[in-house]
T-cell receptor, first 114, second 113 residues
Framework: DTEVTQTPKHLVMGMTNKKSLKCEQH?????MYWYKQKAKKPPELMFV???????INESVPSRFSPECPNSSLLNLHLHALQPEDSALYLC?????????????FGPGTRLTVL | KQEVTQIPAALSVPEGENLVLNCSFT??????LQWFRQDPGKGLTSLLL?????REQTSGRLNASLDKSSGRSTLYIAASQPGDSATYLC????????????FGQGTELSVKP
């Protein structure tokens, strides 16, 4: 298995809802990442997990809560989001967090906040 | 602070042309440079990764070069096809920014049949 999968593909939620995004990889990678991408812009790093521990939080608002329950799975829990949080959320993984490792991206979840 | 620039922002070519996409970066202290392809509304597909010690990488019709001292990389696409239409992003990892990926704004490529 050489891919990163993300579910759901699309998500529409209200500002009072709680939802979760899921990312999975079975390549034995021990670093996993969440990115946010607005239309016509490059991805922006949100979080990095290394060996299931949070390594980097790019000052993301607390309404986004990441979780890495095991080495293959990464979740992003969403609560009380704002319409400006609507974006494509991308998950990525790499063999290790070390900077010479190639990152592989999933297909993304298109999030719309009403 | 590392800045990555991609020129042009958009490019339209007829099918069969060879083309070059450019990427420049301001801080030459990089670990590596990665080229990605992104189709509309989709995720990023990694095309090529060039480590700082390498000069070029090839995969099929794609060839990427790296000149670290001048802060430049090019992605050469041979015999372009309509299926190559996508946005192409380059990203670098820089020593003094914790090795995180710093992306350019992308080049939107359209190959006309």
């Amino acid at each position: 298995d050489t891919e990163v999968t993300q579910t759901p593909k699309h998500l529409v939620m209200g500002m009072t809802n709680k939802k979760s995004l899921k990312c999975e990889q079975h390549m034995g990678h021990r670093a996993m990442y969440w990115y946010k991408q607005k239309a016509k812009k490059p991805p922006e790093l949100m979080f990095v997990y290394s060996y299931e521990k949070l390594s980097i939080n790019e000052s993301v608002p607390s309404r986004f809560s990441p979780e890495c329950p095991n080495s293959s799975l990464l979740n992003l829990h969403l609560h009380a989001l704002q319409p400006e949080d609507s974006a494509l959320y991308l998950c990525a993984s790499s063999f290790r967090e070390e900077s010479y490792n190639e990152q592989f991206f999933g297909p993304g979840t298109r999030l719309t906040v009403l | 602070k590392q800045e990555v620039t991609q020129i042009p922002a958009a490019l339209s070519v007829p099918e069969g042309e060879n083309l070059v996409l450019n990427c420049s970066f301001t801080d030459s202290a990089i670990y590596n440079l990665q080229w990605f392809r992104q189709d509309p509304g989709k995720g990023l597909t990694s095309l090529l990764l060039i480590q700082s010690s390498q000069r070029e990488q090839t995969s099929g019709r794609l060839n990427a070069s790296l000149d670290k001292s001048s802060g430049r990389s090019t992605l050469y696409i041979a015999a372009s096809q309509p299926g190559d239409s996508a946005t192409y992003l380059c990203a670098v990892r820089t020593y003094n920014q914790g090795g995180k990926l710093i992306f350019g704004q992308g080049t939107e490529l359209s190959v006309k049949p």
